[in-house]
């Protein structure tokens, strides 16, 4: 069986203070937790104090991007071993909004799955169409590609353990949720290209969907049988409504 994963994406928002004061507020709330894995995924610069207070809790730490290279001269990035030694288990690889803003490609995405591992991290590879991609009717095209390329050349271990977010752009920080059957409907498709390539591990692998995830659309993606989490940006900033979506 797949444990649900509930992972909040909180993007460029929060300073220290701030995300250290939505971590202590959320760990009361979601202390009873033990079906669903929570996940937050601050910004670098609040990883290590958002891990202090988290540690002996049942959340998770993630970041929201690494760099492949282990270290040396690439000034303003962050290593996969920096990501792991300031607490996360997770790591946020491919986002769309990096994808259109910082040129991440599905090669660039695939090498930092691959550091990712290397590390010790588990990434969760975004995958997700655009409404004019979408409109096109290239949706599953577009999804094949960037699963095909993003997740390349995993080993065994590696295939079951990494998780698949689809997030389709159109989704993203609009109020326009994809309904559970459009999301389920590319969720299966997304399985069967996994099966394909790395045969059992694809009944293994978690496959999340984001896009305006909220307390009030959670349940009913999550009755979807190939939806096994979300990835959450807008609703995860406040602890009230991110444990609405860890209790969906
Ligand atoms: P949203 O963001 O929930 O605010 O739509 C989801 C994401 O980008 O991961």
Sequence with gaps: MRKPLMAGNWKMNKTVGEAVAMVKALKTAVADVTDVEI??????????????EIKDSNINLGAQNLFWEAKGAFTGEISP??????????????????????????????????????????????????????????????????????LANLTAEESAAVVIAYEPVWAIGTGKTATPQQAQEVHAFIRKIYKEIYGDAADKVRILYGGSVNPKNVSDLMKQSDIDGGLVGGASLEAESFTQLVKY
């Design 81 to 150: 071993s920096m990501v792991k030694d300031a607490g996360c288990s997770y790591v946020i690889i491919g986002h769309s909004e990096r994808r259109q803003y910082f040129g991440e490609t599905d090669e660039t995405v695939n090498k930092r799955t691959k550091a990712a591992f290397g590390a010790g991290l588990i990434p969760i590879v975004c995958v997700g169409e655009t409404l004019e991609e979408r409109e096109k009717n290239i949706t599953f095209q577009v999804v094949e590609t960037q699963v095909r390329g993003g």
């Design 39 to 52: 996940l937050v995924c601050p910004t670098y610069t609040a990883l290590y104090a958002v891990y202090n």
